[in-house]
Every structure is written in structure tokens, then in C-alpha cells.
């Protein structure tokens, strides 16, 4: 399957993606991942994406266009993708349209995931990631078996740098302005699936429904 996840930070892209990827071996593209692990590498693109990052905000649609370009052409590619956290903006939406077709992609849809503000501010604030794989967890329903350790690993769990309260309130102003209108140029496109995304087996469910269809 080939599709784009969209929702706001927290809305369970990250998980649906591991959900849906090991149905089908397609493989889950997080740009935010990317980046951090870009970030924490010292790598020329972590250097120009870590202050963006730090304070929430979009990194340029020119820096990730180029790490797209590359990521949807490498060979794990073949058997699908999930996008995760990309595009981010109509300009990225656009440029990946051109590069769908200049490499003969062809989307199964673009997944909106609804989920209330309260019930998003309460997940950021309570989940922590192991910094050396990207597992997730959360301080409330599922915290790692020995605090701070991840329970895969053995990395380091910790909060991310833009899960403070301030950071998040502005990653969902940016939100709202800069990537809720991709929700209406994915229904234009008629690529968009709307789900109340509380559950995230729910979401696998409705998105196997529509995939049969
Ligand atoms: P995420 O883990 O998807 O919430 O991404 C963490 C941060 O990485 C975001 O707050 C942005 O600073 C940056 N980022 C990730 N994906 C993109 C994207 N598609 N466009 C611009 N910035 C991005």
C-alpha cells in the first residue's frame, strides 16, 4: 500500500504506520525521524534542520523534498509506503505529485486522522522516546519496564526537545495553518479518508476496509 498519513502531532501516525507496515511489508517514511537521526549524527542536513525543530516550527519544503526525492526511490520503496508527518505543506503536497508521477507512483489515499486537541496535548505531554531506536512510550499507559530505559534497546527514554508544553502549543498552531489544508487538497485530489482516529486499531480497520473497496 502506498499511503499518506495526516493528522496533527500526537493523532497516532507513528503507530498506525508500525500497524499497518507489518501487515504488508510496505515501510513506514517518518521525516521526523529522518531528521532526528540526522540531528543527533551531526550531520551537515541535521545541522540545518536542529533549530527549526528545537522550537517547532517547519524545517524548509526545499530540504525535505530533497531527502523525499532520494528516501521513495531507495529498494525497500517496491512494496509500498506509509508517509508519515509528509507532506507537511502544499508546496510539498505539489512537489510530491510531480515526483509520484516522474517515478510512476500511483497513492492508495491520504488518511486524515481526527483526534480532539485535548486528547493530542494530553499524549505529547505524556510520551517519551528512546533517542537510539525511536520506540515509544508513554509515563501514564505504557512506560518503559525500567524507568528511562527503553525496554528494546536499553537507549535512553526521555522527553523529545519539542514535547515541552511550549514547543507543542506551537508545532499545532503550525499545524492548523500550515498542514490542516492539506485535508482539503487530498478531497480535491479525491485521495482523502477521514477517520476519528481515538483508536488506533480502529483506524487499521477502517483503513483495510477502504483499501478492499
Ligand atoms: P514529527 O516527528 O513528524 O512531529 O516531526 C518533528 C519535527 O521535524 C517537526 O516539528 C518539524 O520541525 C520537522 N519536520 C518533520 N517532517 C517535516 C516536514 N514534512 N516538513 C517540515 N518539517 C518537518
Do not use: W
Not at 531527502?67 to 526511490?73: A, D, H, N, P
Not at 528511562?148 to 514547543?167: I, L
Amino acid at each position: 500500500m502506498r499511503l499518506i498519513l495526516l493528522g496533527a502531532p500526537g493523532a497516532g501516525k507513528g503507530t498506525v504506520a508500525k500497524l499497518l507496515t507489518a501487515m504488508d511489508g510496505s515501510v513506514q517514511i517518518s521525516t521526523g525521524d529522518i531528521l532526528r537521526a540526522a540531528v543527533k549524527a551531526g550531520t551537515e542536513l541535521g545541522k540545518q534542520a536542529e533549530a527549526a525543530m528545537k522550537a517547532g516550527e517547519l524545517v524548509s519544503d526545499d530540504l525535505i523534498m530533497g531527502i523525499m526525492k532520494e528516501r521513495l526511490q531507495e529498494a525497500d520503496c517496491k512494496n509500498g509506503y506509509l508517509l508519515d508527518g509528509f507532506p507537511r505543506t502544499i508546496p510539498q503536497a505539489e512537489a510530491l505529485k510531480v515526483l509520484l508521477a516522474d517515478i510512476s507512483d500511483k497513492l492508495d489515499g491520504a488518511v486524515n486522522l481526527n483526534v480532539p486537541r485535548d486528547v493530542i496535548l494530553d499524549r505529547l505531554t505524556t510520551r517519551r522516546t528512546c533517542t537510539d531506536c525511536g520506540a515509544i512510550y508513554n509515563v501514564k499507559s505504557n512506560p518503559p519496564k525500567v524507568e528511562g530505559k527503553c525496554d528494546k534497546c536499553g537507549g535512553p527514554v526521555v522527553q523529545r526537545d519539542d514535547e515541552t508544553e511550549e514547543a507543542i502549543s506551537n508545532r499545532l498552531d503550525v499545524f492548523n495553518k500550515q498542514t490542516a489544508p492539506l485535508v482539503g487538497f487530498y478531497e480535491k485530489e479525491g485521495l482523502l479518508l477521514d477517520i476519528n482516529a481515538t483508536s488506533s486499531d480502529a483506524v487499521v480497520e477502517a483503513i483495510k476496509a477502504h483499501l478492499a473497496k
